[in-house]
Nanobody, 126 residues
Framework: QVQLVESGGGSVQAGGSLRLSCAAS????????MGWFRQAPGKEREFVSA???????SYADSVKGRFTISRDNAKNTLYLQMNSLKPADTATYYC????????????????????WGQGTQVTVSS
C-alpha cells in the first residue's frame, strides 16, 4: 500500500513563497509519474505540475515560471517550490502518483493517477 503525505502548506501574503513536500511510503519502487494538483472551494481539481521518472517536467500555464517541481527518488519525496504566490493560488494542494507509463498529455488527467495524498492547504492573501 502506497501512502502519500503532503506538508509545507500555510498562509502567506501575495508575492511570498512556500515549498510543499510529499513523502511517499510503502511500495514506492519505480513510481513513474508524480504530480501536484490543487482544488479551490467550489472548483474542480486541476493540474498544477508533474514530473516523470526521468525528470521531465510539465506545468499548468497559470504557474509556469513561478512554480518548480522536483523529486528525490532516494528519499521518495516530491517537492513543489512556489514563488511569487498570488491569491488565485489559494487552494488545497494534493500530491499524486502513478506507477506506470503515461504521456505528458495524460499526466494532466486526475483519473489516471493511482495514489493520492490527503492534501495541504495553501492560502495567499492580498
Amino acid at each position: 500500500q502506497v501512502q502519500l503525505v503532503e506538508s509545507g502548506g500555510g498562509s502567506v501574503q501575495a508575492g511570498g513563497s512556500l515549498r510543499l513536500s510529499c513523502a511517499a511510503s510503502g511500495y514506492t519502487y519505480s513510481m513513474y509519474y508524480m504530480g501536484w494538483f490543487r482544488q479551490a472551494p467550489g472548483k474542480e481539481r486541476e493540474f498544477v505540475s508533474a514530473i516523470d521518472s526521468d525528470g521531465s517536467t510539465s506545468y499548468a500555464d497559470s504557474v509556469k515560471g513561478r512554480f518548480t517541481i522536483s523529486r528525490d527518488n532516494a528519499k521518495n519525496t516530491l517537492y513543489l517550490q512556489m514563488n511569487s504566490l498570488k491569491p488565485a493560488d489559494t487552494a488545497t494542494y494534493y500530491c499524486a502518483a502513478r506507477r506506470y507509463y503515461m504521456t505528458p498529455i495524460q499526466a494532466l488527467e486526475t483519473y489516471l493517477y493511482n495514489y493520492w495524498g490527503q492534501g495541504t492547504q495553501v492560502t495567499v492573501s492580498s
